[in-house]
């Protein structure tokens, strides 16, 4: 009988069937039958707090409290990490799925690094930020309904 092993590798690309199975017997083994099932729903933390990618909660309640002296206080507000607005988040909901799935349509079937499926190279980072800068900036929003706060963390963990 024949059976297909999958791997899922980071860091440069295998020169040779060799280099991948010393990669195998250097980090281990973890089968697709085995992460396959693994869920991916983490239960909400409290002492996890949004915004936290590129600056925090207080440099959100900084800049709100100083925006009346920013020369670009109008367009500073406008960003959705200063909306409590549940519509906002919806859009942001949309946008970040949208994203999430051009993303990984682009890896699979356009070809990640170098044309290669499957292969991330570090220019992909480009097309995450599409997903992960709208993502937290709904998970950002304290009036976010609990259903689309548990669809961005699936988005997040995809």
Aim: include cysteine.
């Amino acid at each position: 009988m024949v059976r297909r092993l999958w791997c899922i590798m980071t860091g440069p690309s295998p020169t040779s069937m060799q280099a991948i199975w010393d990669a195998r017997l250097n980090h281990g083994y973890g089968s697709l039958d085995d992460y396959k099932d693994w869920i991916l729903d983490w239960r909400p933390d409290p002492k996890v707090t949004y915004p936290r990618l590129f600056f925090t909660v207080d440099d959100v309640k900084r800049a709100r409290q100083y925006a009346d002296s920013n020369p670009y206080e109008e367009e500073l507000l406008a960003m959705p990490y200063f909306s409590d607005d549940p519509a906002v988040a919806q859009q942001l909901v949309e946008k970040a799925a949208k994203c999430g799935r051009y993303y990984a349509r682009h890896l699979m079937f356009r070809g990640g690094y170098m044309s290669l499926p499957w292969i991330s190279g570090f220019h992909q980072s480009n097309y995450a930020l599409r997903v992960t800068i709208p993502t937290e900036q709904t998970l950002s929003n304290k009036n976010l309904d609990p259903a689309l706060r548990d669809k961005m963390r699936a988005v997040l963990a995809a």
